[in-house]
């Protein structure tokens, strides 16, 4: 069975920095699309960013862009998201998920396309 384990989350003051780790298993996961979403608190899932495992290919959400950095570690089966110049609003539970082919850039940035999911972990951010 499929398996994705987040972890690295914690308080941390505005302008710090976090990396989340998602730990994936029970599959290979060539060609897949591997993503991070959030949820704050009160609010609804939300698109972070994500990554095609075969080719390194990144997308981002526009809140995100230039402070958060995705990237995937094929030997180790995990995907990191390193999350710099942290703002009150990044407050959220941040859930790793995955997604097999055929998927496309257009819809990577949804959260219904995505077949696996892990628990989440929270990262909260002090004004």
């Known amino acids: 069975q499929v398996q994705l384990v987040e972890s690295g989350g914690g308080l941390v003051q505005a302008g710090g920095s976090l990396r989340l780790s998602c730990a994936a298993s029970?599959?290979?996961?060539?060609?897949?699309?591997m993503g991070w979403f959030r949820q704050p608190p009160g609010k609804g899932r939300e698109f972070v960013a994500a990554i095609s495992w075969s080719d390194g290919s990144t997308y981002y959400a526009d809140s995100v862009k230039g402070r958060f950095t995705i990237s995937r570690d094929g030997a180790k089966n995990t995907v990191y998201l390193q999350l710099n110049s942290l703002k009150a609003d990044d407050t959220a539970v941040y859930y790793c998920?995955?997604?097999?082919?055929?998927?496309?850039?257009?819809?990577?940035?949804?959260?219904?396309?995505?077949?696996?999911w892990g628990q989440g972990t929270q990262v909260t951010v002090s004004s």
């Open positions: 998920a995955a997604t097999p082919p055929p998927w496309t850039s257009w819809v990577v940035g949804l959260a219904d396309e995505y077949e696996y």
């Open positions: 029970g599959r290979t996961f060539s060609n897949y699309a």
